[in-house]
């Protein structure tokens, strides 16, 4: 017989899945985590078992599953009211197009909420981490992708679909940076100038082996601080969190400060944007516990759990 769950409290139960790896947990409603894996994503054949697996052993010992929170890759369908809700659509990622959560998770009989990877970041920044206190708070993520999240009182914005901020077309002086871009739909999206692969493509190293290249440095600077200074304009966010493997680059955030600063010109006034914008761009206060701590928060809201924040 499984425990019985602690002081009677749901159990969620949470993913995030990662391009590389997928992070499962079993957690209470407060984030405490009672169980907790890894599986690499390779293909939903090897992933999806392993991944009913695992809650299936965590629930035998710990109590019953109450509910889902999913914070996924993509791109992926997240309107709950679609009849493909949890499938994924048009992602590169071999194998996984057409795959949905709801085939592995169903068989638990708890309800399921699906989310991409960066709403559950944000919610999960907006929490426990660096936008406490944030109304609205947009975190975007620079890595082998470029995406960004929005939340607002709790909630992720989306509108007909998840918004995609990476494929963007940022300003590009191809005298500066001949470089054509990686991205296979448009080139030079800011994917394919600014992402992880992008950079090891135009230089054949990682930005933090170029740390000491301040050109390198502010040229992906300049096209992280054109998308700082959109969200800015279009969304009016109390915080922007910028993090991904790309922003642990030295010298990087600084050069994204600057530039967003620059781009903006004073044009907008609030007690929030303070001199030099230490204050408003930041990065990432719960570091690799951002996802986790959001598809936790999600499977809450499965539950119509009260959120603290």
């Known amino acids: 017989m499984p425990a019985a769950p602690l002081n009677g409290a749901p159990l969620i139960g949470a993913i995030e899945a990662g391009g590389t790896k997928f992070i ?4 209470t409603p407060e984030g405490e985590i009672l169980a907790r894996t890894r599986i690499p994503t390779q293909t939903p ?3 999806f078992p392993a991944l009913a697996d695992f809650f299936a052993a965590a629930q035998e010992e710990h109590g019953p599953v109450a509910a889902f929170g999913v914070a996924s890759f993509g791109p992926i369908d997240i309107d709950p009211t679609s009849p493909t809700y949890g499938t994924f659509t048009t992602t590169p990622k071999p194998g996984w197009q057409g795959a949905r959560f709801h085939d592995v998770l169903g068989s638990f009989g708890a309800p399921i909420v699906v989310d991409t990877d960066v709403n559950g970041a944000c919610l ?4 426990k981490g660096a936008g406490q206190g944030c109304r609205t708070l947009a975190y975007t993520t620079i890595g082998t992708g470029v995406g960004t ?3 607002s009182h709790g909630r992720s914005l989306m509108g007909i679909s998840h918004f995609e901020s990476g494929h963007i077309l940022p300003p590009h002086d191809r005298t500066l940076d001949p470089f054509a871009g990686s991205c296979p739909y448009h080139g030079d999206c800011l994917e394919g100038l600014a992402s992880g ?4 493509k135009r230089w054949g190293k990682s930005l933090d082996q170029l740390a000491g290249d301040s050109a390198a440095i502010d ?3 300049g096209y992280i601080a054109h998308l700082a200074a959109s969200l800015v304009l279009l969304q009016m966010p109390d915080r922007l969190i910028f993090g991904g493997g790309v922003m642990k680059a030295p ?8 530039q967003t600063e620059a781009k903006l010109n004073g044009y907008v006034s609030h007690p929030r944007l303070d001199a030099g914008l230490e204050t408003y761009i930041v990065t990432p206060g719960l570091g690799d516990d951002a996802g986790i701590t959001g598809a936790i928060a999600l ?5 119509d759990v009260a959120l603290p924040g």
Do not use: D, F, N
């Open 24 to 27: 499962a947990a079993l957690a």
């Open 45 to 47: 054949e090897t992933c």
């Open 124 to 127: 999960g920044e907006w929490m």
């Open 149 to 151: 999240g929005v939340v």
């Open 197 to 200: 692969p992008a950079i090891e």
């Open 219 to 221: 040229l992906i600077g």
């Open 251 to 258: 010298g990087l955030v600084e050069s994204v400060r600057r």
């Open 299 to 303: 499977g809450c809201q499965a539950l």
